[in-house]
């Protein structure tokens, strides 16, 4: 699920970790006011026990030699709330992202889109919609089994979107997005299935864990989490058939508005005109503004003395900087033998 | 406790090392920016990219050994996707390199392409990372920027990371010491719920009491750091070298190679 750098072109990243940016800011500052200094250090550590929770694998049922492990986005997010959740989250996939070189540092505004914030609030809202009217454990139980099974479908969707919105997929969009929704349905439903066993678990020992009495909670109406599902399936759908007309930066443009649809919901809303500046900022000082979706050819395929020419000074580039690397491995080699030497 | 593996070389001294967070921070963040942007025609190109990171790497007296190995670890993703392109891209070309010339598929091209500026990029990365301690790069993030909740987050994720790992530990070791066959499906997801919802409440319980010392500190809501963050000489120093030799690449090597 982590992208990493080369699936992305500079423009979606830029744009992705606008709106990633800007939505954290956003909720940050929302929840400035109902965290407390313990509520601080209780999201610390759930955001340790994510890493620690992904230590604990159980073997899978039908899949010998394999075993499965908990993600934990939306058990954080039934626990903490979606904003508290997403905050969470976002954390631990910058500390992936830093620390344990887990999707690259570009990819970082679409990992935090994709794997914190789509499964928080969309995980919560599922959750919510199911458990609201009437709260009964069975109820709790299938909630939270949808909300992981949905809500990693979308998430494992926008990678090929975003992927195929850089223009960078080689593989056909639609066998990469088979592929996503089909490893990812399998995730999901052993994530669903473990949630729910943990929730079972915690409803048995602690269940004012559960119950809410834990700050972020948020109200939402049944109509709130309709428009929400009808929101990402435009996105969904906007984005498929962007893809169809081969526009570029379709993703910023279905996250933002839609002119043609008056009762469009912008899919992350805030009412930030920094993303509208940054994203008008990106598309004139890209390094690379009009990157070509389809590549012409190697520079060498064409002609024949071309090739033989190119096929020089690029022997001749790579040669010298192995020759250089050796060259600075090698100097500082030598000085470091002479070091303790002088000591 | 064993905190020593993901970056146990940031706690080294080298002129690396001594550079601003924030210096350190941008300039890896633009690396990765005009690497990736790099045109997929010209793999030869990022050989002569690589001499940048490799000698942060070098400078910093990093082992490189360890860097190759964290990369192998982290590119199952990658080189699946990397290796897919040959499978769909069978456009015949062929390559002259030097003395040798082969045939060879656009896809292939492709395939080397993505691996080369993975490895490119994560050089970059692992040399910021195990250069930099991890608070001097929070409190770097935070004079650029970043909400202050989202510091303190990442702040305590960071020091308890290990804490609760070790307590993972503790309970597979209990589990692997009890349980000698498999139950079927039904008790082992029964045994792991049961191991995380107990990881679960002990982490809750221990941040009560980590929330009870801190207000016995008297913790105010505000992330404190003793690394004090200065542009001196050799962060200018280090960020002309840079410019320069991205341009340079950009507007003179960059032309002749492709």
Known sequence: MHMANELLSIPVAAGTMAVAAASLGFICRKVRQIVTSDKLALMGILGAFVFAAQMVNFRLPAMPGTSGHMVGAVLLAIILGPHLGAIVISSVVIIQCLIFQDGGLLALGCNIINMALVPSYLGYSLYKAFTAPVSGPLRAYIGALLACVISFQVSAAFVPIEAALSGVLVVPFSTFLIIMLGVHLLIGLIEGLITVAVLGYLQQVRPDVIVGSLPGKVRLTKKAVLITLVVFTVVIGAGLSLLASDLPDGLEWSYAERPDQPDFEPAVSNEDSTIAAVDDFQSKYSPLPDYSIRVSGLGETTEEEIEASAGWTSFAGVVGSAVTMAFIWLTAWILRKKQPTKA | ???????????????????????????????????????????????????????????????????????????????????????????????????????????????????????????????????????????????????????????????????????AHHILRARAGRKLRNLGTKAELKIAAAMLGSLLICSLGTAERINIAMQARGFDKNWRSLSKLQIGRSDLIFSLIAASFLLVLHFLVRPLLQ
């Open chain 2, 1 to 167: 406790m064993h905190h020593a593996y993901i970056d146990k070389f940031a706690y080294q001294d080298s002129p690396v090392h001594r550079l601003d967070s924030r210096v350190k921070f941008i300039v890896v963040l633009i690396f990765t920016a005009v690497v990736i942007s790099l045109p997929r025609t010209s793999p030869s190109v990022l050989a002569c990219y690589a001499v940048g990171p490799f000698t942060i790497l070098v400078l910093g007296k990093i082992p490189l050994r360890f860097v190759f190995k964290h990369i192998l670890m982290v590119s199952p993703f990658v080189l699946v996707l990397a290796l897919s392109c040959p499978l769909y891209d069978r456009t015949p070309v062929s390559v002259a390199f030097g003395p040798f010339l082969w045939k060879s598929s656009l896809g292939w091209m492709r395939c080397f392409v993505i691996l080369a500026k993975f490895i490119v990029t994560m050089l970059a990365l692992i040399g910021l990372v195990s250069t930099t301690r991890f608070n001097d790069l929070l409190t770097g993030l935070q004079r650029l920027g970043l909400p202050r909740l989202l510091i303190i987050q990442l702040g305590f994720l960071y020091r308890y990371i290990f804490v609760l790992i070790d307590r």
